[in-house]
C-alpha cells in the first residue's frame, strides 16, 4: 500500500510548481504540549516545510504551546520563530505566554483540531496521561511520543479514543522514525504476527558499541554522554526501563493484550562486561533486545542483553540506530531499520502522524 510521506509532497508540489495561496482558514490548528527536544524540532519542522505544506492542502497552525510553567497562546496560530526565541528568554516580555495556564486549562480552553503530548515519560504516566485524557474527552486528535501514557493505560487511551470519534496516534513512541504500527497495519493486515524482536535504545546500542572495542562500562558511557547519545541521567535506557515500556506499547498494539511494565523480563546493561567478552569468543555481538513472542498461547516479553549471530540482521544495527524484526506466520521474517540522528527525527514522526490524521479525517 502506497504510503503519504512528507517528501512525496514536496516532490510533488515541485514537479507541478504550484503556486501557494497561503490562506489559514482551512488550516489544522493543533496544541502542542511539551518543548524538549522533540517539541523544539517539531516546531522547526513545521516553520520549515510550511510553503510545501501548503501547497499540497496540509498547512498546519499551532494555537497553543505549553511548557511546565505556562502557555503561549493565539487563535490564529502563534509564530513560531518568535514563539521559540521567547522560549529561550525565558517568556519574559512575551505578551502572548500566560504563566500558571496549564496545559489543561489550554486544552479545555483553547479550539484546535489536535493536541501533540510530548511531555517527558514517568512512571506514573503523568502529566501525559491527563493531557491526553482531557484532549481525546474534547473531541481533539491526538498524537503522542510519550510513551509511560500508554504504558500506564493504553487499554483505556484507545477506548476513550473511540468512543469520542477521535484518532489517537503514537508511531514515535517506539522507534523515532522508524516505520512499525504504520507498516504493519498497512502491509500485513491479513498474516498472523507471531514475534517481534528489535533493538529500541539508541543509548544502549551506542554503550554497548564502545564496550566491543574495549572500553568498560563507566568509560563506555561517558563517551555515549560526550557524543551527545546519552543524558547525564540515562539510567531509564541502562537500567532498560525505555526498551521495556516500548515493549509494553509493542505488545499491546500488535497483539492486542492489556500488558504492563511488570509482565516484563528487564534487564539493563550495568553489568554485561562478561557477556561481551563471552560474545567476542563467539564471534558474536551483545544487544539489549527487546522480544515478544507467542509461546503456548502465552505473550512472553523481555528486555535484556543477548549475543546476537553476525549473520542475523540486527547485528547491522550499530551506534545510536534502531531496528525490528517481525516474524508473521505467511509473510515470515520482515526486518526494518533506521538510522538514528535525534530528535528531529522523532519530530517527523509526530508530524507525519498529524498529516496521516488529517488526510483520513478529511470531509
Known amino acids: 500500500m502506497f504510503q503519504y510521506t512528507i517528501e512525496f509532497a514536496i516532490a510533488l508540489s515541485s514537479v507541478l510548481s504550484i503556486n501557494i495561496v497561503d490562506d489559514t482558514s482551512g488550516d489544522m490548528k493543533i496544541q502542542l504540549i511539551g518543548l524538549g527536544n522533540v517539541g523544539k524540532k517539531l516546531i522547526n519542522l513545521i516553520a520549515e516545510k510550511r510553503r510545501q505544506l501548503v501547497a499540497c492542502g496540509h498547512a498546519i497552525d499551532v494555537v497553543s504551546v505549553s511548557d511546565s510553567k505556562g502557555t503561549a497562546i493565539d487563535k490564529n496560530g502563534l509564530n513560531l520563530e518568535e514563539t521559540l526565541r521567547y522560549k529561550e528568554l525565558e517568556?519574559?516580555?512575551?505578551?502572548?505566554?500566560?504563566?500558571?495556564y496549564t496545559a489543561v486549562d489550554a486544552v479545555a480552553d483553547v479550539e484546535s483540531d489536535a493536541v501533540v503530548e510530548l511531555t517527558p515519560s514517568t512512571f506514573s504516566g503523568e502529566p501525559g496521561l491527563s493531557n491526553i485524557k482531557t484532549a481525546l474527552t474534547a473531541k481533539k486528535h491526538v498524537v503522542t511520543a510519550n510513551k509511560g501514557a500508554l504504558v500506564k493505560a493504553y487499554k483505556e487511551l484507545v477506548t476513550v479514543a473511540r468512543e469520542h470519534g477521535v484518532e489517537l496516534r503514537y508511531e514515535a513512541t517506539v522507534a523515532a522514525h522508524l516505520p512499525v504500527f504504520c507498516l504493519v497495519e498497512?502491509?500485513?493486515?491479513?498474516?498472523?504476527l507471531q514475534s517481534v524482536t528489535g533493538i529500541l535504545n539508541a543509548t544502549t546500542n551506542y554503550v554497548l558499541g564502545e564496550m566491543e572495542k574495549g572500553r568498560n562500562f563507566q568509560h563506555a558511557l561517558k563517551k555515549a554522554i560526550e557524543a551527545g547519545?546519552?543524558?547525564?541521567?540515562?539510567s531509564d535506557d541502562i537500567d532498560g526501563i525505555d526498551a521495556a515500556r516500548k515493549t509494553v506499547i509493542l505488545a499491546n498494539a500488535l497483539?492486542?493484550?492489556?500488558?504492563?511494565?511488570e509482565d516484563v523480563q528487564i534487564e539493563g546493561i550495568r553489568h554485561v562486561e562478561p557477556l561481551i567478552k563471552e560474545a567476542g569468543k563467539n564471534n558474536k555481538k551483545v544487544k539489549?533486545?527487546?522480544?515478544?513472542?507467542?509461546?503456548?498461547?502465552?505473550?512472553?516479553?523481555?528486555?535484556?542483553?543477548?549475543?546476537v549471530s553476525l549473520s542475523d540482521p540486527l547485528?547491522?544495527?550499530?551506534?545510536?540506530?534502531?531496528g525490528i524484526m517481525f516474524h508473521f506466520?505467511?509473510?515470515?521474517?520482515?526486518?526494518?531499520?533506521?538510522?538514528?540522528?535525534?530528535?528531529?527525527?522523532?519530530?517527523y514522526a509526530v508530524l507525519n502522524d498529524l498529516l496521516k490524521i488529517e488526510t483520513e479525517t478529511a470531509d
Open 91 to 100: 517568556w519574559k516580555g512575551f505578551a502572548k505566554y500566560k504563566r500558571g
Open 186 to 192: 498497512s502491509c500485513f493486515k491479513a498474516d498472523e
Open 229 to 234: 547519545w546519552a543524558e547525564t541521567d540515562c
Open 255 to 261: 497483539f492486542n493484550v492489556d500488558a504492563r511494565l
Open 288 to 307: 539489549l533486545i527487546c522480544r515478544i513472542a507467542k509461546v503456548n498461547r502465552r505473550l512472553e516479553m523481555s528486555a535484556h542483553p543477548h549475543q
Open 315 to 322: 547485528a547491522t544495527v550499530n551506534r545510536g540506530d534502531m
Open 329 to 347: 506466520k505467511t509473510s515470515d521474517d520482515i526486518f526494518v531499520s533506521a538510522r538514528f540522528l535525534g530528535p528531529k527525527q522523532t519530530a
